[in-house]
């Protein structure tokens, strides 16, 4: 057993290591009983801004660590030492208190018997009945104490809640037995306390001879910095300090220490937690055959093994094998190698262990989870908004295609006033749509079960599953997302269940702290999905790098541990030149850039969002008197805005975004786009003046006007609210230019279908998206498969609109609309289709510059698809 004697210890990961042949990262330690949710997060930006003034502060033992203790516990200064650990305070203890004898209720933490043995005092161990399930039995304790050779003079040591039993003795139990013994000296280990819902410190009415230690190590998950506190009467204090070595605690621990003592909110947030988590966890052990488990009310469980055919060091061993770490008994007086102890980590890690301890006891294979396995996957988060993650998204997902993986893309809650309509009529974000594309799948809303169109800048229409639940404030939808994750969660699982692997994207930061509270698409969903996160940052924005490691500074630690590395996005230039830059990125943050991805300036591919799109244009076309201009209106709520990207293949156009009434001169065409709020933005368009000139120049001849969805509506005579839909309850006149008036009804139309342009006779396809339900007086435009008629077409003002979007994907009719234009500006027709909008050639330019910019074996190893 001499190789294993790491893991009866516990705690020591190398040595762990060592014996199992696992890296450090790849064991789960239960051994270690610190916080599942490991340190709160001002730590790492703390102990930063410490180390970078550490010449300017004072001695360490003036750093505030005494006057927070003071503070939360109510006490005074000369009551408290501050030492490095509790540990030193233990190891002191014997050498002041001056007392001949040591009584240790048993089994109890071993340095007490430790410290006690060095400094030549006797010690007395009171054995705790395992029949009673370990608990204190103050008559006993009372017993010891009143009898020789102890005759009332002792330091007694109790840890409250126990280690490793995790019961806890009661507070005036204690304060009893110190008034009927004053000649001892009580020393009451309260280390684990922080995580006992309900706990009664004995700080508080503490009796003369009671001294009590409290540890900041545990709660916060530091057991690094040796924080430790020593409450008791200022004679003993005095002692201990004069016993001390000077500034024993140093500046970091004291300023972390001065800061953790004030975070109630994170203790509180913790003691709820493993509360719950252990409760849970101790009703998946019971119910394994062969274990007995004893209930406690800390942050780790006692178990029992019993079977004669094995004991607790052989089941550690064989965990071990499994990459999971648990702390055997044995070595506690008062218990035996039957006994092993586990900490309460995380619902997963929980859960993980419970299934390895049923297969090894009783050979039963692991049970089915919810996921059955996990399912390969691999999640692109960002530094901020258009870093590119959806992009590059795709961009795998094509990749893993092409390497014939079965994959699907995932983000569960998507912002975007850019959405589609699936086959079975259900409405989801677009960019979700493209990475099905690049998947070569059919796109399903179960790769955006959460979509928000933004209505207004403090609310937006929320849509689950593909189906619209209202209108919510912001306040509101975080109240909702309590609902909306067990959603999110389904929905991620139905694809693991079809898939081989899972592309997921996050949205915006990670290190957006206003928004973590309530995350369920960044690493939340991480941790759900056990998925790796590549962090993407746009170097052509500038502060890359920075980014990086801010992003890394603000992550909770359970966050960082999901990161793996990072990827620069959109460099122009050599990127050999970054080889500082990526290393000092490695070693501030511990993470590698596993890629540089150039810029590319002919993607091809749909915008992941509205700001790229206003950033792009006249790429299609340069101003060449042979070229016809289209300008589309940049509403202030503009959706779906790549209804316009097919022009951006034809060779004869230009295409720009239009704002302001100046810049339509010398247009040959005028497309109003979808609106998630054309109330106001028919309003916008009078107040700036572009509503007057666009029906000037329509009424002149002089320019096509189209419109598309609320484009058609804001083209019609009024646009009528009576449920309050996007304003409140008023009536707007639009610009008149096509007979249509509109109400916008409460139900919402979501269809895909295929109609016929009845002035060209050609084929179009599409799909529809809206709550305005129009009355046409005028021609009609379009005959739908079902024979009724859409769309409006005005003879006098030659303007048309329809609610179909996606009409101009279809090559014939673009270049219809197109030869329209050119014929009216005296130009020659072209009799062939010029542009051909697939995107397939854009996938796989895509795919293989990202493959030979990143290093896919190394993303392939993360995913966990091959070694």
Same mark, same amino acid.
């Given at each position: ?18 014996? $199992? ?37 004072? &001695? ?20 408290? %030492? ?21 009584? %240790? ?18 010690? +007395? ?106 409450? =008791? ?12 070595? #000077? ?60 079977? $004669? ?19 055997? #008994? ?38 089915? =989870? ?5 399912? @390969?996957?691999? /999640? ?17 997902? *094509? ?16 912002? +975007? ?9 259900? !409405? ?21 079960? %959460? ?8 609310? $937006? ?17 975080? &109240? ?12 991620? &699982? ?28 960044? /690493?939340?969903?991480? *941790?759900?999905? !056990? ?80 700001? $790229? ?32 990207? @097919?022009?951006? #293949?034809?060779?004869?156009? +230009? ?43 329509? !009424? =002149? ?66 799909? !529809? ?22 769309? =409006? ?40 289709? #010029? ?33």
């Amino acid at each position: 057993m001499k190789s294993f004697e790491a893991n009866r210890h516990g705690g020591n990961l190398s040595q762990l290591s060592a014996v $199992s042949g696992r890296a450090p990262q790849e064991i789960t330690d239960f051994s270690a009983n610190i916080n599942p949710l490991g340190f709160p997060e001002w730590v790492r930006p703390l102990i930063s801004a410490t180390i970078s003034a550490l010449a300017h502060y004072p &001695d360490p033992e003036s750093m505030g660590m005494t006057a927070a203790v003071c503070s939360r516990y109510d006490v005074d200064m000369s009551e408290v %030492i501050c030492v490095n650990g509790t540990a030193e305070a233990i190891s002191l203890l014997p050498a002041v208190a001056g007392l001949t004898h040591a009584v %240790i209720p048993v089994p109890a933490y071993v340095d007490y018997a430790h410290a006690c043995t060095a400094a030549g005092m006797t010690v +007395s161990p009171l054995h705790l009945a395992e029949n009673d399930d370990f608990e204190l039995d103050f008559n006993a304790l009372f017993h010891v104490l009143s009898a020789k050779p102890v005759s009332g003079r002792a330091m007694v040591f109790i840890c409250r809640p126990n280690n490793p039993t995790g019961k806890t003795p009661g507070a005036e139990g204690i304060r009893k037995l110190a008034r009927d013994f004053p000649s001892s000296l009580f020393v009451i280990d309260e280390a684990f306390g922080d995580f006992v819902e309900g706990f009664e410190s004995l700080v508080r009415n503490r009796p003369k001879n009671v001294l009590v230690l409290l540890s900041l190590t545990k709660i916060f998950a530091l057991p690094g910095m040796r924080m430790g506190v020593a409450i =008791a009467d200022p004679e003993l204090i005095e002692k201990l300090f004069r016993a001390k070595p #000077c500034w024993s605690v140093n500046t970091l621990s004291q300023v972390v220490a001065a800061r953790a003592l004030g975070d109630h909110s994170f203790i509180e947030e913790t003691r709820s937690y493993v509360t719950r988590a252990r409760r849970k966890m101790m009703a998946g052990l019971e119910k394994i055959k062969g274990l007995f488990v004893y209930p406690g009310d800390a942050n780790f469980l006692l178990i029992r093994i019993e079977r $004669s055919d094995m004991d607790a060091p052989w089941v550690a061993k064989k965990l071990l094998d499994n990459g999971i770490a648990i702390r055997t #008994c044995g070595t506690y007086e008062g218990l035996d190698n039957r006994f092993f102890r586990v900490a309460v980590r995380t619902h997963e890690e929980n859960g993980r262990l419970i299934e390895a301890l049923e297969a090894i006891l009783n050979n039963k294979e692991k049970r089915k =989870a919810k996921r059955n396995t996990r399912t @390969p996957s691999i /999640m692109f988060q960002g530094t901020g908004s258009n870093a590119g993650k959806s992009i590059l998204a795709a961009a795998l997902c *094509r990749i893993l295609h092409q390497d014939g993986i079965r994959v699907a893309p995932f983000k569960a809650q998507n912002m +975007s006033l850019n959405s589609f309509v699936t086959r079975a009529g259900l !409405e989801m974000g677009r960019a979700q749509v493209v990475q099905a594309q690049a998947a070569r799948i059919e796109p399903d809303v179960r790769m955006n079960p %959460i979509l928000l169109k933004p209505s207004s800048d403090t609310g $937006s229409q929320v849509i689950v599953n593909g189906l619209p639940m209202g209108n919510m404030k912001a306040k509101a939808y975080v &109240d909702y997302k309590k609902i909306a994750i067990g959603a999110v969660e389904d929905a991620y &699982d139905s694809l693991c269940d079809e898939f081989e692997a899972i592309v997921l994207e996050g949205a915006g930061s990670p290190g957006e702290v206003n928004l973590k509270k309530n995350d369920i698409v960044n /690493m939340r969903m991480a *941790r759900y999905a !056990e998925s790796p996160v590549l962090i993407v940052g746009d170097i052509d924005r500038g502060g890359v790098f920075a980014s990086f490691v801010g992003t890394m500074e603000v992550l909770a630690q359970w966050e960082r541990s999901l990161v793996s590395g990072f990827i620069v996005n959109k460099f122009r230039g050599d990127a050999g030149l970054l080889g500082d830059a990526l290393n000092y990125t490695q070693r501030h943050t511990g993470r590698p850039v596993i890629g540089v991805v150039p810029y590319i300036h002919t993607l091809g591919l749909p915008d992941e969002d509205s700001v $790229s799109m206003k950033g792009r244009n006249g790429t299609s076309a340069g101003l060449h008197p042979d070229h016809v201009k289209i300008g589309v209106v940049d509403l202030p709520h503009i959706s779906n805005f790549t209804d316009f990207d @097919p022009f951006l #293949c034809e060779d004869d156009v +230009s295409l720009s975004y239009i704002r302001r009434a100046d810049e339509m001169e010398g247009l040959d065409a005028i497309i109003l786009p979808g609106s998630k709020n054309v109330m106001t933005d028919v309003m916008w368009l009078h107040e700036n003046g572009m509503a007057a000139r666009i029906c000037k120049a329509a !009424e =002149a001849g002089n320019v096509q006007v189209s419109g598309i969805c609320g484009g058609l509506q804001i083209l019609g005579h009024k646009i009528e609210d009576p449920h309050c839909i996007e304003s409140n309850g008023k009536t707007v006149d639009g610009l008149g230019l096509i007979d249509v008036t509109t109400v916008l009804e409460a139900s919402k139309t979501l269809t895909r279908t295929t109609a016929r342009h009845l002035a060209s006779g050609l084929l179009v396809s599409g799909y !529809e998206i809206h709550h305005g339900v129009s009355r046409f007086s005028a021609a009609s435009l379009l005959e739908m498969e079902d024979g009724r008629k859409e769309g =409006a077409y005005s003879e006098k003002t030659m303007a048309w609109g329809t609610y179909l979007h996606g009409i101009f994907d279809s090559d014939p009719f673009r270049r219809w609309f197109v030869n329209g234009l050119r014929q009216r500006k005296g130009l020659v027709s072209k009799d062939k289709v #010029c542009g051909i909008y697939d995107l397939e050639p854009a996938f796989d330019h895509l795919a293989d510059t990202v493959r030979k910019s990143l290093n896919m074996t190394k993303i392939y190893q993360w995913i966990g698809l091959f070694n």
